[in-house]
């Protein structure tokens, strides 16, 4: 007997309807829907409320091979979310290309080291070029924290290769302009990119 016949056979022995049985695990009704129409698997967690809602063990509801499989998903999904918000969280951080004194600006015969914010040693055009990459990578950090947080698969590789293309063009910029210290920076964070998706792929057996 599949997991979805023994779940249905499980609620209706209680006499339950799949909302009272969503109520009592705490998951939704589409959820359990999900389960008892064979469309899905419940994770780990959700596994052990069932098995112990209704006094059975795990064994009884999955074959060793399902479950494993089941885990083996999880832990895949685990670590795609741990990686999201890590190279989210690593875009964010350009956000510090535009507020630490990395611009060098001449004042009275003296270099000074300035923000974006007070940078006046170039053109406008240059400048406006700093600001269109760096909120460019803000907002990719953003909105991969966004998506990864909500569990939204669709457009996360667009955004993840969108990062590393926008931290590859604003270290070239960067190189063009001379700007050391913020390319410097930017470089870093490039590198500090490349090895979370190098250990992401490794752990989920893609590289």
């Known amino acids: 007997m599949e997991f979805y016949e023994k779940l249905k056979e499980l609620r209706k022995s209680r006499g339950m309807t799949q909302e009272e049985l969503a109520e009592a695990l705490y998951v939704s009704r589409t959820a359990i829907s999900k389960w008892e129409s ?9 596994l052990k409320e069932i098995a112990g809602f209704f006094s059975v063990t795990i064994d009884e509801l999955l074959t060793g091979e399902r479950l494993l499989a089941i885990a ?6 685990n670590i795609q979310r741990m990686c999201g918000m890590l190279l989210g969280v690593v875009d964010l ?9 990395l611009y060098p600006d001449t004042a009275e015969g003296h270099v000074y080291s300035v923000n974006l914010l007070h940078y006046t040693e170039t053109s ?16 990719t950090g953003a909105g991969k924290l966004f998506l990864t947080r909500c569990n939204v698969e669709k457009g996360q590789n667009i955004v993840t290769w969108l990062s590393v293309v926008l931290g590859i063009v604003t270290v070239l ?19 500090v990119k490349g090895m979370v998706l190098l250990k992401c792929g490794e752990k989920m057996g893609v590289l």
């Open 38 to 46: 064979g469309r899905g698997y419940p994770s780990i967690d959700s």
């Open 72 to 77: 083996e998903k999880e832990n895949k999904t």
């Open 93 to 101: 951080l350009s956000f510090l290309l535009i507020i630490l004194p």
């Open 124 to 139: 406008r055009w240059i400048c406006r070029a700093y600001w269109v990459l760096y909120l460019a990578l803000v907002i």
């Open 173 to 191: 910029f960067l190189a063009l302009t001379r700007q050391v210290y913020a390319l410097v920076v930017v470089f870093l964070l490039l590198v």
